[in-house]
T-cell receptor, first 112, second 109 residues
Framework: DTAVSQTPKYLVTQMGNDKSIKCEQNLGHDTMYWYKQDSKKFLKIMFSYNNKELIINETVPNRFSPKSPDKAHLNLHINSLELGDSAVYFC???????????FGPGTRLTVL | EDQVTQSPEALRLQEGESSSLNCSYTVSGLRGLFWYRQDPGKGPEFLFTLYSAGEEKEKERLKATLTKKESFLHITAPKPEDSATYLCAVQASAGDMRFGAGTRLTVKP
């Protein structure tokens, strides 16, 4: 039943480690996104994928790399984690024509 | 640069006390203005989309309105279950979506 799911829900790791967050949507949407929500609750877009093509990439460090094996999945891989990467990461999907975003439950990343 | 500013940052109401949340925006070519609700520990949930000045949308105790510079989310006779953070987002003609910082609403019984 879950429309947009992501795993894990919580991720605690040490500085310098590499980690991945997985996302899947079963809504048949053509675009998927990764958003970062900082401690002040500001949601900022990191990436979006439309039909397996990266179409938005804001000023995100290249330690972050999105990977989309198919239209229903968009995973986020992070290399060499830093303290400042601690945040909640949300996956979302939409049908491009509507603009309405459907969000996953979020992954709270804590870098120690 | 596109900007979205929400006010107030936090709002505390008594149950039944109606009020409004504000979302001011500057954007190059508005494609749509979106309102979302976010509960603690969850992802934002879509409420409304508004496309042009003068448009209004309603859902239960919530009513969203839009002018050329701002949008209001009116809450009539709120209940404790309306407590959440309300996020406003604007989509520019280029397709970029920009979110405001949100208004954290607390409704006390």
């Amino acid at each position: 039943d879950t429309a947009v799911s992501q795993t894990p829900k919580y991720l605690v790791t040490q500085m310098g480690n590499d980690k991945s967050i997985k996302c899947e949507q079963n809504l048949g949407h053509d675009t998927m996104y990764w958003y970062k929500q900082d401690s002040k609750k500001f949601l900022k877009i990191m990436f979006s994928y439309n039909n397996k093509e990266l179409i938005i990439n804001e000023t995100v460090p290249n330690r972050f790399s999105p990977k989309s094996p198919d239209k229903a999945h968009l995973n986020l891989h992070i290399n060499s984690l830093e303290l400042g990467d601690s945040a909640v990461y949300f996956c979302a999907s939409s049908q491009t024509s509507s603009g309405v975003l459907f969000f996953g439950p979020g992954t709270r990343l804590t870098v120690l | 640069e596109d900007q979205v500013t929400q006010s107030p940052e936090a709002l505390r109401l008594q149950e039944g006390e109606s009020s409004s949340l504000n979302c001011s925006y500057t954007v190059s070519g508005l494609r749509g203005l979106f309102w979302y609700r976010q509960d603690p520990g969850k992802g934002p949930e879509f409420l409304f989309t508004l496309y042009s000045a003068g448009e209004e949308k309603e859902k239960e105790r919530l009513k969203a309105t839009l002018t050329k510079k701002e949008s209001f989310l009116h809450i009539t006779a709120p209940k404790p279950e309306d407590s959440a953070t309300y996020l406003c987002a604007v989509q520019a003609s280029a397709g970029d979506m920009r979110f405001g910082a949100g208004t954290r609403l607390t409704v006390k019984p």
